[in-house]
């Protein structure tokens, strides 16, 4: 007898949508009121709209608070057009470009007798989300230079997307904290730096002390289990690539890049390594399948593009030499940060589209 194959949906991923880009493809035209966007309910005959299209760190659904119901970006769907369940995960799939799994079996359980020899993965300890969100804030040094330089009220977005925090620390209150948070939503570490905000220092907008680990900090103070094993297998912006499927990556090395490169082009979904040496094939796993633009520092150039070759299955890598081009000729540290912060403080176009076509 002929069965027909069952096709399994990625519906973690599907979930991770964001809302309001699911409600605006079903033809609604969401609007932003505060922190959230509000549309017109499906659920019951709404003249004045009255569901509340909520998305944050570990949140991504709609309510509405006329008819009290709501749900998550399938539910949405399944309401808008009338749609099964599986209707509704067809067109999220197509329409985002996640694929299904045609007839997939569930994962088999590991037998639990196992030699104690094995090597074991630690035990990551993840930090507390409600930690994480009584810091967030643009009152940190980045963001008070960054709101000089862009609309403060895009600094303020860019903060939240991020979750980007300030913290007191060695006698500043001004540090800028960026959390490392995974694509399940768990914060891995918060990195602290601070940044030179007086204008008349030859370091302005750049960083004048070494970095801190907050996880590190708050386990010696006691605020988490003294035997805690963070993960750094980690990009800075991960947990926005389920959120946004089909968006071009901007992968570069350090948060700020990230930053400062998600106000100058947010048509780039903009993540960072941390580090040189963290370009890994375990920690650019969730870039997998996508299109990503790679901007190397200008000192790592040589290393990344021949990292990158090595990891061509992966994603559709393109590496630009954007760094190269327009660092000055005595600048051999030079970063995509430094050019868009240099032109804005100057009053000039950051880049030239016709002269440069990889950026």
């Not at 949140?59 to 808008?80: E, L, R, T």
């Not at 590496?319 to 005595?330: I, N, Q, R, T």
Request: aromatic share 10%; with cysteine.
């Amino acid at each position: 007898m002929k069965t027909e194959k069952s096709t399994h949906f990625d519906t973690p991923r599907l979930r991770a949508i964001s809302i309001v880009e699911v409600a605006r493809k079903l033809g609604d035209t969401p609007r932003r009121v505060g922190i959230n966007h509000v549309t017109h309910c499906p659920w019951h005959d709404d003249h004045h709209p009255s569901l509340s299209l909520v998305e944050k760190t570990g949140a991504n659904y709609c309510h509405c608070f006329s008819c009290g119901k709501g749900g998550d970006v399938i539910s949405f769907a399944m309401q808008h057009e009338d749609w099964s369940f599986q209707d509704a995960c067809k067109w999220l799939s197509s329409t985002f470009g996640i694929s299904a799994i045609q007839g997939a079996a569930p994962m088999p359980q590991r037998k639990s007798n196992h030699n104690p020899e094995e090597r074991k993965e630690p035990a990551y300890t993840y930090i507390p989300m409600p930690m994480v969100e009584r810091l967030v804030s643009a009152d940190n040094s980045l963001c008070q230079i960054l709101m000089k330089l862009f609309h403060p009220e895009h600094v303020k977005m860019v903060t939240e997307a991020y979750l980007l925090g300030n913290y007191s620390l060695y006698g500043k209150d001004n540090w800028t904290v960026f959390p490392s948070i995974d694509a399940q939503g768990r914060v891995c570490n918060l990195k602290v730096q601070h940044y030179d905000t007086d204008p008349h220092s030859p370091r302005y907008t750049h960083s004048d002390s070494k970095s801190y680990w907050l996880g590190k900090i708050w386990k010696d103070n006691g605020l988490l289990p003294e035997k805690s094993e963070f993960s750094s297998k980690c990009l800075f912006g991960e947990h926005l690539l389920y959120k946004y499927p089909a968006q071009t990556v901007a992968l570069v090395e350090s948060p700020k890049n990230a930053i400062v490169g998600a106000l100058e082009h947010p048509e780039y979904l903009w993540v960072a390594t941390g580090n040189k040496t963290s370009l890994q094939r375990e920690v650019l796993e969730p870039l997998r399948s996508r299109d990503v633009l790679v901007i190397p520092d200008r000192d790592a150039i040589p290393l990344w593009r021949q990292t990158i070759k090595t990891l061509d299955d992966l994603a559709n890598f393109v590496v630009s030499d954007y760094c190269e081009y327009m660092a000055p000729d005595d600048q051999k540290k030079f970063d995509v940060a430094d050019h868009i912060i240099s032109k804005r403080l100057q009053g000039a176009s950051v880049v030239n589209q016709n002269q440069y076509t990889e950026f």
